[in-house]
């Protein structure tokens, strides 16, 4: 096995090279320009890619601290969308072959909590309102707004899908608005984008009551659109908006529970109504197992604002019931507690939540930018904790290397989910963002510009 360990100017250097030249070999210089559009359309179902650069494991200086990773060069064979062999050195197979000329492997990106139904994004700029505004102002406005909003729905989704595949994202699960302005034209119109994108793309679809169950009375309209092709009810800040926690809950589990769905909540409110309703949430979810390892709540600002004592006991019985937290990682006083969630083992997801719509303008779609993000607000700086940050970026939390330094991702049937970036380690690459050099889902090229 060959281990490299380069200056970062040498890599560098490098990686100017490759991306100058095509990355492809074995296959001649004239056939490039066939080869690249059969990995991007998907008719190339069986290649190897060569030259890839994969992590190995840490090296400890003498008091045992993890001060840079080790990584070498291997060759990854992909058929029907699996990864099939990870091999070192001259392979047998005589395949068509992508030379990633020492491009770093990372898994696939998933933007977990956004909005897509309702996004400017694709049309005219537009800024969000003054501060100061209430949820309940923002459902008033959302009213006169969607109406505006609906004929362009399908083609602005299709461009937000784009623009996450950019940011090496292959799957999002997409909070839709379910209330009796849109009706069922939201979500019509968001599947219709999904399935245009369905051999690129992966989904989940959570019905969002954005005007609250009880307050918009949403409830028949979520039992309906629960035979649509969703896959979590959602609910909303059951106490401000809604005006009853526990009818509020009720009904967002009932449905979910009727109609084998999971469930995920938006919930803003701080204690003492914020934590009241977590801890509705953990006996619901404790007296119904089936719910159980598919229940999320996205934001809770409750847990940002609690006293230590109280986030540690539920931050454990989160744990042991599966309730996961989906956080966009705000800044400010909702800053999370995400040290104290993941070290009870809490499942941690992030969003982009809007890109740019009547909430807020400042997505991205760039999960590896929520892991900065994450890396910065709790400091952590080092080689170590940089590369641990990446996991709440990726699907099931996984890191290329574990906390004990031994390679866990790739390996053999993964599902060939990965970007490549410029990048010597997942820590560097979380510190300092490179582009995208080529996004894949299920082995086929879904974005970025490799070989030109």
Request: hydrophobic letters at 40%; a neutral charge.
């Amino acid at each position: 096995m060959e281990e490299h360990k380069i200056s970062r100017k040498k890599f560098l250097g490098l990686g100017a090279a490759a991306t100058g030249a095509a990355l492809f070999s074995g296959i001649g210089a004239n056939a490039v320009a066939q080869v690249l559009p059969e990995i991007k359309g998907g008719e190339l179902k069986e290649y190897l890619l060569i030259n890839v650069r994969l992590e190995d494991g840490f090296e400890y200086n003498e008091k045992n601290e993890v001060v840079a990773t080790k990584t070498a060069l291997y060759n990854i064979h992909i058929a029907n969308g699996k990864i099939k062999s990870i091999t070192t050195g001259k392979s047998v197979l005589k395949l068509k072959t992508v030379d990633a000329k020492g491009l770093l492997m990372l898994p696939g990106l998933r933007d977990m909590h956004i909005h897509i139904d309702k996004t400017y994004y694709g049309a005219t700029w537009n800024a969000a309102p003054r501060k100061g505004y209430t949820v309940k102002d923002m459902i008033a406005l959302e009213q006169k707004l969607i109406p505006q909003l609906l004929p362009d729905s399908q083609r602005k989704a299709e461009e937000a899908i784009k623009l996450m595949q950019s940011q090496g994202s292959y799957f999002a699960r997409c909070q839709c608005n379910i209330d009796p302005v849109s009706g069922l034209k939201s979500l019509e119109h968001l599947l219709a984008a999904l399935d245009k994108n369905k051999d690129s793309f992966g989904w989940e679809i959570v019905a969002f009551p954005q005007h609250g169950i009880l307050y918009s009375k949403s409830e028949p309209l979520l039992r309906e659109v629960a035979t649509m092709g969703i896959d979590f009810i959602g609910g909303l800040d059951p106490t401000n908006v809604d005006g009853n926690m526990e009818k509020s809950l009720d009904a967002m589990f009932q449905i979910a529970i009727d109609t084998n769905k999971g469930i995920d909540i938006h919930l803003h409110e701080s204690p003492p109504s914020g934590k009241s309703a977590i801890e509705y949430i953990i006996k619901k979810t404790e007296e119904n197992k089936q719910l159980q390892g598919k229940t999320y709540i996205s934001h809770g600002f409750a847990l940002a604002k609690m006293d230590q004592k109280d986030l540690e006991k539920i931050a454990e019985q989160m744990a042991n019931l599966g309730i996961g937290v989906v956080s966009t990682i705000p800044i400010g006083k909702t800053i999370m507690p995400i040290p104290t969630l993941k070290k009870y083992g809490v499942k941690l997801m992030t969003g982009t939540d809007s890109i740019v719509d009547h909430w807020q303008p400042f997505g991205t779609c760039d999960m590896l930018e929520k892991a900065k993000l994450c890396a910065q607000l709790y400091g952590w700086t080092d080689e170590y904790n940089l590369s641990r940050a990446l996991h709440i970026a990726t699907k099931d939390e996984i890191v290329p290397l574990n906390d004990a330094g031994t390679r866990v991702w790739p390996a053999v049937d993964n599902d060939a989910d990965f970007i490549l970036v410029k990048a010597t380690c997942s820590a560097e690459a979380v510190a300092r963002l490179p582009k995208r050099e080529g996004v894949f889902y299920k082995g086929k090229m879904i974005a970025g510009e490799l070989g030109s």
